[in-house]
């Protein structure tokens, strides 16, 4: 008996010491979002997967919260006024502020269709009036730089990215573009940006990460998360179809970004319906270099 009082003991003390860490980890919490894969469904305009995690960024925020939510663009396959509005069905239900940007799909209909629906999505927000903006924290900075043709950036596209990193400077910098620089993701190493002065970009000195989407990879048979020389690259896996490295397997997810006070960031990868984060998905790096 009295052994068992020992254990009972000592495992409430140790329940303790980790809610009490917990407690500690969550006031360290800087910033907390989340980001969206594609969309961009066919056949047909329908959006389970991204309605899926609009429900679950909503529990999530009841016990995590989360400040707002980035997507890193085709949402609307072919930029069609159908494929708008189912989406805008869906994404008027999100109570988080949600920060979009272009990609090649939005590229097939109008920049002014975009920033129509664009400004409708998600909770109350500052207006986006351009394709490309910035949100600026005390910790860090999300630059948002939607592509200017296709996936890809004209040089006034590159030299638009270059100065907002230069004015931001010395605070790190989450660039978020649709598609990374050709090469980086080897599974579909031909897919990317194209443009040789986006190494200008990533060569500047205070870009910690590159979150991006648009190759629709399975998470669970490539290599998502990686460093490159200083910098972390993030890939955000399409909510509604998976193509890399093929057609035959798809599970709907997305990821979190949680950035401590420290300079660490943890990025968790969610499955759709989903209550806790996938463990053999989680990365984690520092917002300035070593």
């Known amino acids: 008996m009295k052994d068992l009082r020992r254990i009972l003991a000592a495992a409430a003390m140790l329940l303790c010491l980790v809610q009490s860490g917990l407690a500690a980890a969550q006031t360290d919490v800087a910033i907390r979002f989340?980001?969206?894969g594609d969309a961009e469904p066919k056949p047909e305009a329908l959006f389970p997967g991204v309605a899926g995690a609009v429900r679950d960024?909503?529990?999530?925020?009841?016990?995590?919260?989360?400040?707002?939510?980035?997507?890193?663009?085709?949402i609307a396959h072919k930029g069609t006024l159908i494929q708008y509005q189912k989406a805008t069905a869906v994404l008027d239900e999100l109570r988080l502020p949600f920060?979009?940007?272009?990609?090649?799909?939005?590229?097939?209909?109008?920049?002014?269709?975009?920033?129509?629906?664009?400004?409708?999505?998600?909770?109350?927000?500052?207006?986006?009036?351009?394709?490309?903006y910035i949100l600026e924290r005390e910790q860090l900075a999300l630059v948002f730089a939607s592509p200017?043709?296709?996936?890809?950036?004209?040089?006034?596209?590159?030299d638009w990215m270059l100065s907002q990193l230069r004015s931001l400077a010395p605070k790190p910098v989450l660039l978020v573009v649709h598609?990374?620089?050709?090469?980086?993701?080897?599974e579909k190493a031909d897919?990317?940006?194209?443009?040789?002065?986006?190494?200008?970009v990533i060569a500047q000195p205070n870009l910690a990460a590159v979150i991006s989407g648009d190759l629709h990879m399975d998470m669970d048979r490539v290599t998502h998360s990686k460093q490159i020389g200083a910098v972390h690259y993030l890939h955000i896996p399409a909510l509604e179809r998976t193509k890399v490295p093929d057609k035959t397997q798809h599970t709907p997810m997305f990821?979190?970004?949680?950035?401590?006070?420290?300079?660490q960031v943890q990025v968790d990868t969610y499955a759709v319906g989903g209550e806790q984060p996938l463990p053999q998905h989680g990365y984690r790096f520092s917002l300035r270099s070593e």
């Open 191 to 200: 897919k990317g940006v194209s443009n040789p002065r986006f190494s200008g």
């Open 34 to 36: 989340a980001v969206l």
């Open 99 to 132: 920060y979009p940007i272009m990609g090649n799909e939005e590229h097939g209909g109008s920049v002014e269709r975009y920033l129509s629906f664009a400004n409708r999505w998600g909770a109350e927000k500052p207006a986006i009036d351009t394709p490309s």
């Open 179 to 186: 598609s990374a620089q050709s090469g980086v993701y080897p």
């Open 255 to 263: 990821r979190v970004f949680t950035v401590f006070t420290d300079d």
């Open 148 to 158: 200017d043709h296709g996936r890809d950036f004209d040089d006034s596209g590159i």
């Open 57 to 74: 960024l909503h529990r999530l925020h009841a016990s995590q919260p989360l400040d707002f939510v980035v997507g890193v663009g085709d």
